[in-house]
């Protein structure tokens, strides 16, 4: 009896969302979107750089210098100064985001085995790129330094590093960046899907119409729960189609803890979802109450920046955020092959959350019916 | 201009239409070559069912909207060539108000005088005016949102006039509205025209035709008459009866009735059937001892417009013959309401509503929007909790007892709240499913229904997309597909038209003489007078409790010989004002 309610339920959920053209158009337009936005435009691989060089020196060094800096894939152009103004004025318009200033006696001393000084200039205004490009030049100076004879002596004595990059070898972008869109998809068409589902039917009317139906309140949340987790999990199977197969991202660990702890994910943001959509009369409120809770939910989840280097008040908020889990479980489960164990450590959160807002949104449905 | 006379202003069109065509999308014109004039110092009324076409008209006549053919010319100017010289001359009030609801009513006034411009000088004496002419004048602090129905009619009214126009548009002015406020507004529209001024006043209502110097009938997008009203009600002059002395037995009297051959339309008027017959035929007699007398009545405008529409469906409700009759078990009241109250802060919408509804009865909760009839009704089908008092539907309360309760009650709500996005059939399917129907019996009950109200070849249409007759039936047929022995019906056909509210009440009729219990709320005089008994629900309380006829009997008098359920409705209301005062 129960079960063929519920299953008219979660039949009309479906055919509600996929018969409405605006319906339809949330499940393809943003995800689509979000995946060429966020896996093209929004890198955070500092390229195409352009430097100015102010060379004061005539010597052989200072030309070495330069041409391996030219050298690099990271540099688009480099331009020539004349004058120290020259250099402010280039950094204050944006022109360049980093200038050289080799000394007049650069190669002499060089020669000389005396210690030789480069100046570098950064636009602070773009700290994170310009602590990058830092980066770069400092490391090709140190090369170049390595080739002095001051260096190559001190060669014997020095420690030399080697770096690897395990999981992602290359550093390769799109390999961190997808499978956080499979979380970060996930999130947004469960919030959106639920949170418009019971706003539209107060808007209706039709609201009420359930509510004297025979249907019970958790039957109505079971019913509105299930079908957004469905389409949900159809988004994620698209995404990790899509890493996969378009953008080549290993899948190293096993779908089936992924699948496994995306259900329990789901539900916690579904659940976020019905809270919103019970706290809110129109669609209009339900769609600004659903972005009001992302885009801080995307920022402190590890996404784009790292939990650790928040400051440390911020940090135990991140801790509510079903997103920060999620994440830890698919870049694991694609780029090394996560154990079950860690899964497990962060899916009970997740359940946690889910039986929180799962709950709180059936109370505040009933409350709603004083 | 204020003192032109009658005939001399009556001849001046102020505004011409022919041959207007207006087509939205691929659906059926809206408007289908409508020809017509509006004249001055007169209440042309446009009258039709919801979806006729009456605010797309209004909407040409401003300017706002052109139409695909033909012309619309307003005081001398054509709409397509000098709109601006149009909506500087006329004053428009559209359906809801206009209003700014987080402003004062002089803070309403006022943008309105900026934006129409009126010269500062002008704005004291032009307010005072208006404040007084509406009874607004106590309210100029309250903010818009907070007045009544009635009084945001008034001060939408008041807006409009402030640069006195020479034609008023009126978008359903009597929408929402109780029926003294609808008669303070007639009069005030009234004494506008005494000024030479044209008036336009939309209505759904057909009583409100009645009042019109001029009325425009539209339905469907056709322009079905144009004339006086009392041209429209010549045409069943003499042809209109009112059946008394069927005791008790008035429904399946006039289901037979309506079968018979010369009977072009007939409904219930309280204890008595209206019968509208072909011309020079008397109503058929009966061959009971019961005797019915026939008496001759005054014509209707509604009476014409069915009769211009080829007479009202037959009287056989397919779906109350299928019906399992439901039989008196004990006489406990099937619905009953016991001090029923609710208060909101300090605000109480509902104040100890008590009554009983025996089994295969129509209750009608009458009153205006506001007055609390929703909320009462509301708290009986368990959408909100009472704060004192209590309630019980076949001897249930349904905010505490399980889903087999409800299984019990088919609910319709206001304004045919179905899924719009869903197919009939999916609609169908959706209500069989939460109401527990399945296999076969899922299937029987779903073709019953298309069979019934005649849902073949419309299946996979989207409810939305329906005609709104369409959507009426679609709405009764998901309510009582599991076979309901309550049925709770929420304002069920105001705005639609009377042959949909005829096949409609046909239905209920049936299923009320095979024992199903009906609660209906209704603002509409003539929807109560289908019930047996109605609640008279004024300001949170139940002023009056009775049979149409008692309620009737209770205000008639020497000035009031017949007094229609309105007049009964506003000395009820009246009176309980003056107990209360005193």
Redesign the interface.
């Known amino acids: ?2 079960w ?2 519920l ?3 979660i ?2 959920e479906l ?2 969302v996929l ?2 053209p605006k ?1 339809r158009t949330i499940l393809i337009g943003p995800p689509i979107i979000q995946l060429l936005v966020f896996s093209y435009a929004a890198t955070l691989e500092v390229k195409n750089v352009d430097l100015m060089v102010l060379n004061r020196d005539n010597g052989h060094w200072s030309q070495e210098l330069v041409q391996q800096i030219g050298g690099s894939p990271t540099f688009r152009s480099i331009r020539l100064a004349d004058r120290p103004a020259e250099i402010r004025a280039a950094i204050d318009n944006q022109r360049v985001l980093a200038a050289l200033e080799i000394g007049p006696t650069f190669s002499r001393d060089i020669e000389a085995g005396k210690p030789a000084e480069v100046q570098m200039i950064l636009d602070g205004r773009r700290s994170n790129a310009s602590q990058i490009v830092s980066g770069y030049l400092s490391r090709i100076v140190g090369a170049l330094s390595a080739e002095t004879p001051a260096g190559k002596r001190a060669a014997s004595e020095a420690i030399r590093v080697e770096a690897r990059n395990w999981f992602n070898p290359n550093l390769t972008f799109q390999w961190f960046m997808v499978p956080n869109l499979v979380a970060s998809i996930a999130l947004l068409i469960g919030l959106i899907v639920t949170a418009l589902s019971v706003a539209r039917e107060r808007e ?3 609201f ?9 309140t958790h039957e109505i949340l079971i019913g509105k729960l299930i079908p957004p987790m469905m389409i949900g999990l159809f988004h994620i199977t698209i995404y990790i189609l899509a890493a996969v197969f378009v953008f080549g991202v290993p899948l190293r660990g096993s779908l089936l803890l992924l699948y496994g702890s995306a259900i329990f994910y789901l539900a916690a943001v579904v659940g976020l979802g019905l809270f919103i959509s019970a706290l809110s009369m129109t669609q209009q409120q339900a769609i600004l109450g659903a972005f009001l809770f992302m885009v801080p939910a995307m920022l402190l989840s590890g996404f784009a920046t790292p939990i650790e280097n928040m400051p440390s008040w911020l940090q135990p908020v991140t801790l509510i955020n079903p997103l920060r889990y999620f994440l830890v479980i698919v870049k694991g489960v694609f780029l090394k092959d996560i154990p079950l164990a860690e899964v497990v450590h962060q899916t009970w959160p997740l359940c946690l959350i889910a039986v929180v807002t799962l709950s709180s949104a059936a109370w505040l449905f009933r409350r709603r ?2 | 201009m204020t003192s032109a006379p009658d005939n001399a202003s009556a001849a001046v069109p102020f505004v011409r239409l022919s041959s207007v065509s207006k087509r939205f999308g691929e659906a059926p014109p809206a408007l289908d070559s409508i020809d017509g004039v509006i004249a001055g110092g007169r209440i042309t009324g446009l009258v039709g069912p919801d979806g006729a076409g009456k605010t797309t008209l209004i909407r040409l006549m401003t300017g706002l909207m052109l139409p695909d053919q033909g012309t619309v010319e307003v005081l001398g100017y054509d709409t397509r060539r000098d709109p601006a010289s149009i909506q500087a001359a006329i004053g428009y009030m559209p359906q809801r108000f206009g209003l700014y609801e987080d402003l004062s009513v002089q803070e309403n006034l006022d943008l309105y005088a900026d934006l129409r411009g009126l010269p500062l000088a002008e704005r004291g004496r032009t307010f005072a005016e208006l404040l007084e002419f509406t009874d607004l004048a106590p309210f100029t602090t309250r903010l818009a949102g907070k007045l009544s129905g009635g009084m945001k009619q008034k001060l939408g009214l008041a807006c409009a006039l402030l640069r006195k126009p020479r034609l008023l548009l009126l978008d359903e002015p009597g929408v929402g509205v109780d029926p003294i406020s609808r008669r303070d507004l007639w009069k005030m529209v009234e004494n506008l025209t005494a000024e030479g001024i044209g008036v336009l006043w939309s209505t759904a209502y057909l009583d409100e035709a009645e009042a019109c110097d001029h009325v425009l009938l539209l339905n469907q997008g056709r322009l079905l008459f144009s004339g006086s009203p009392h041209e429209m009600t010549g045409r069943v002059e003499n042809r209109v009866f009112r059946l008394s002395g069927t005791v008790g037995r008035r429904r399946e009297r006039l289901s037979r009735l309506l079968d018979q051959e010369g009977v072009v339309d007939g409904v219930i008027q309280g204890e008595a059937i209206r019968l509208v017959m072909k011309p020079g035929l008397t109503p058929p007699s009966f061959d009971e001892a019961s005797s019915p007398r026939a008496a001759a009545a005054q014509p209707r405008f509604e009476d014409a417009f069915v009769d211009m529409l080829g007479g009202g469906p037959g009287g056989r409700s397919q779906l109350a013959e299928t019906q399992r009759p439901f039989t008196a078990d004990g006489g406990r009241p099937v619905i009953e309401a016991r001090g029923l109250t609710k208060r909101f802060g300090d605000f109480t919408a509902a104040d100890n509503i008590t009554f009983d509804i025996p089994r295969g009865e129509i209750f009608g909760l009458l009153g205006p929007n506001g007055a609390g009839k929703s909320t009462t009704f509301k708290m009986l089908c368990g959408l909100l909790k009472p704060t004192a008092g209590e309630g019980r539907v076949a001897g249930f309360d349904l905010r505490r007892d399980a889903a087999e309760a409800r299984n019990r009650l088919g609910y319709m709500a206001q304004k045919f709240s179905l899924y719009g996005d869903l197919s009939v059939l999916q609609n169908l399917n959706f209500f069989a499913g939460v109401y527990g129907l399945s296999g076969l019996r899922k299937r029987e009950r779903i073709d019953l229904m298309t069979e019934i109200f005649d849902f073949r070849g419309i299946h996979d249409m989207s409810a939305k997309d329906l005609p709104l007759g369409l959507k009426q039936r679609l709405a009764l047929a998901c309510a009582v597909l599991h076979e309901p022995e309550v049925l709770f019906l929420d304002e069920p056909t105001s705005g639609v038209d009377p042959i949909t509210r005829r096949e409609f009440w046909t239905h209920i009729n049936g299923l009320v003489e095979k024992g199903v219990t009906v609660l209906v709320t209704t603002h509409f005089m003539d929807e109560a007078e289908y019930c047996d008994r109605i609640s008279l629900i004024y300001r949170g309380r139940s002023i009056a409790l009775g049979s149409p006829d008692e309620m009737k009997a209770r205000v008639a008098g020497k000035d009031l010989p017949d007094p229609t359920m309105e007049d009964a409705f506003i000395a009820l209301v009246q009176g309980s004002e003056a107990k209360e005062a005193a």
Do not use: H, N
């Open positions: 009896m129960w063929g309610r299953k008219a339920l039949v009309k055919l509600a018969r409405d319906g209706l009317g039709t009420d119409q359930l509510i004297v139906s025979p249907l019970r019916l004083e």
